[in-house]
């Protein structure tokens, strides 16, 4: 299954960007005293990142598994260079900074996802980095979940509301139930979507890392932006 259907990537777009939009505003920051830089953007999304280091004046090249979400980036950001596929196969260019916010690393729709190729793409990552470049991404890990599981919410606006079940099982995945019920025409439509994401060991992640010759920081955050238990922020710089 492609993963954001049409209706969930616009609901995403519209209503869950609070985190595209501060990993936005931080890796800038990060950006900040370098000249102009040409960065890759891994699980683009609908392009929120893409969009705030255009207008920085980088270079953004941006892939994501999911068309509908590579047609948001489209429209968003013209200005960008966009390709729907996999992260694990994509060519990397010549960059200053690789991002993959919003546990992209996590997310099991990619038969190649998991340790061993999230192995051998750290280091096709390092090679691709200019020296002083910048590896910037999110991962939740195992026990994400241990204050409440499964853990449920429901959320709405005028026009959608979502019913969500994320579930972490004794095999080190995670699973995330999504029902919408959106209107259209005064009548409501159903939509179901279930996401598989792979947990993983802090310890494992940094010595993937530091195998493939990053110096690596974890961080509780973007900046002030604050990610819950058991999700991590991996700052890498290629020395």
């Known amino acids: 299954m492609i993963p954001y259907n049409e209706t969930l990537a616009g609901i995403h777009d519209r209503s869950f960007s609070a985190l595209a939009k501060e990993a936005s505003g931080f890796i800038s920051n990060l950006l900040r005293d370098k000249r102009k830089q040409h960065v890759v953007d891994l699980g683009c999304g609908s392009g929120i990142l893409a ?5 920085d004046g980088h270079q953004v090249t941006g892939v994501d598994y999911s068309p509908h979400m590579i047609s948001l980036a489209q429209q968003r950001v013209p200005g960008g260079t966009f390709t729907c596929g996999s992260l694990f196969d994509y060519e990397l260019p010549r960059c ?18 998991g340790p061993e190729h999230l192995d051998i793409l750290f280091g096709k990552i390092f090679r691709a980095l200019q ?16 204050d409440e599981n499964p ?11 979502m019913d969500i ?6 095999d080190g995945t995670l699973t995330r139930n999504i029902e919408v019920s959106e209107m ?39 900046g002030s932006f604050r990610l819950r238990k058991g999700h991590t922020l991996f700052m890498c710089e290629r020395p």
């Not at 079940?165 to 004794?170: D, G, K, S």
């Not at 792979?198 to 973007?222: E, P, W």
């Open 184 to 222: 259209k025409l005064g009548s409501p439509v159903r939509h179901h979507e279930s996401h598989r994401q792979r947990l993983y060991d802090a310890g494992v992640i940094n010595g993937m890392l530091r195998k493939s010759g990053f110096s690596v920081r974890q961080l509780n955050g973007y």
């Open 131 to 146: 020296p002083g470049g910048f590896l910037v991404f999110d991962l939740l890990l195992k026990g994400v979940n241990e």
């Open 151 to 161: 853990r449920t919410r429901t959320l709405s606006d005028d026009a959608w509301s």
């Open 165 to 170: 079940t994320v579930t972490e099982h004794p």
């Open 96 to 113: 200053g900074l690789v991002a993959a916010t919003g546990e992209v690393f996590n997310y099991l729709f990619d038969e190649k996802s």
């Open 51 to 55: 969009a705030r280091l255009l207008m």
